[in-house]
């Protein structure tokens, strides 16, 4: 099924937005994408006709609890997950991913071993980090510097006996590079360990199949894939109802629902369902995640042809700095990011910004990578996303403001 961007982004009415008079591009999606109508409409509808707190005999309620399976439904469909019970929500993925390292922390004993790398968010770093306080060992997988990539020799060396779990990111928010997520899973489970995947920037550009990969935890956020602010624990069955997580007394203690705290974000989870729905709406099918797959078979090529563009046009502008994988190489993320000499990031973003470009700068909260590349304290990189409402014009059109700024 051929993707058109054109109709794709016809669902988003944000981007009709101008800058100057410039028209706007969104190349911001690394840090949250639009939303199409369609997300709008369902949150509306759940104020409208669904608002209540859920398990209540009358029918408002009935409909929130409606919509908390639908969302469960649909996340399950996203991820390839075994039903709707592998799936929890929570206010954002770093919050959830702090509560799922406590529960972790509960079961270890000193001398515990924590496996994490120098490539991830933050977010998928300071939870485990915090497990010092109870005796774990950190252990770090390096970046292998000339290809932003992790050294999958130094991780086997790193897991070992003494390896209760490892957190691992699917993709690198900073340099878009991909993990071979699906090794380190077998070399965790290997040794007895749990692994972890942070999923977040992987999952709005490629399928994802939690099965397939054998994983235990899978996180992701659905303002990343033009769904409202959610985080999206998935847990393969069992793995959750082993740990002593934070609850109140009256939670249910089995899984989906035991490792969330306090009432959930409904219209949010109403928004989710549909952002999921409109990723499949570009792909055809018989079931939800038939028409997922269907339509992630488009979208990659779509947006790695768009990244392809942009990172040709920035090579060959002199004083131009890629980092990342060479797109094309290897499977990446769309995401490309850039220096220019004598020039700061923030600098570059500003002005690319007054033109309608919407660019990121800094370190993304990837602060170990982007340290470690010696950008610390040099302003970071200039970060630019693809999504599938971007358009080759607007690839070329940032290309010409690019060289405008490096002559």
């Known amino acids: 099924m051929a993707f058109d961007p054109v109709r794709f982004r016809s669902l988003f009415p944000a981007l009709s937005r101008t800058v100057n008079g410039h028209p706007a591009a969104f190349f911001d999606g690394p840090g949250g994408s639009q939303v199409p109508e369609a997300v709008i409409a369902a949150t509306r509808e759940y104020y409208v006709s669904r608002n209540a707190n859920t398990h209540g005999q009358f029918l408002t309620s009935r409909r929130a609890d409606e919509t908390v399976a639908e969302a469960r439904q649909a996340a399950a469909a996203l991820l390839g997950a075994e039903g709707p019970e592998t799936i929890s929500f929570g206010q954002n993925m770093t919050t959830l991913n ?34 010092a306080e109870r005796g774990a060992v950190l252990r770090w997988c390096p970046v292998r510097l000339d290809s932003c990539t992790l050294d999958m020799d130094a991780m086997r ?16 928010n900073a340099v878009g590079t991909v993990n071979d997520v699906g090794e380190v899973v077998r070399l965790g489970h290997a040794v007895g360990a749990t692994v972890s995947i942070d999923a977040v920037h992987f999952v709005p550009h490629g399928l994802v199949d939690v099965q397939e990969l054998g994983a235990d935890f899978l996180l992701c956020s659905a303002y990343k894939f033009f769904g409202p602010h959610v985080g999206i624990l998935y847990s393969r069955p069992g793995a959750l109802d082993e740990l002593p997580t934070d609850r109140v007394r009256p939670q249910d203690a089995t899984a989906p629902t035991r490792i969330e705290t306090g009432t959930l974000n409904h219209a949010a989870l109403a928004g989710t369902t549909a952002a999921i729905e409109t990723i499949a709406g570009q792909g055809v099918g018989a079931d939800l995640r038939t028409r997922i797959e269907s339509a992630f078979a488009a979208i990659y090529p779509y947006e790695h042809a768009l990244a392809g563009r942009l990172w040709q046009g920035l090579a060959e502008i002199p004083g131009v700095t890629l980092y990342g994988p060479v797109v094309g190489s290897a499977l990446r993320a769309p995401t490309i990011s850039f220096r220019i000499q004598g020039h700061e990031p923030a600098a570059i973003a500003a002005i690319l910004g007054e033109q309608g470009f919407f660019v990121w700068d800094g370190d993304f909260y990837a602060v170990t990578v982007i340290d470690r590349l010696g950008l610390a304290d040099k302003g970071g990189v200039v970060r630019v996303g693809m999504a599938p409402y971007i358009l080759e014009a607007e690839v070329d059109a940032l290309l010409a403001a690019v060289r405008n700024i490096a002559d």
């Open 98 to 131: 702090f509560a799922l390292a406590r529960a972790i922390g509960r079961t270890l004993r000193p001398g515990d071993e924590i496996v994490v790398t120098e490539l991830d968010h933050d977010a998928n770093v300071a939870p485990w980090l915090s497990l």
């Open 157 to 172: 060396a790193l897991i070992g006996p003494k390896t209760r779990h490892i957190a691992v990111g699917y993709a690198s």
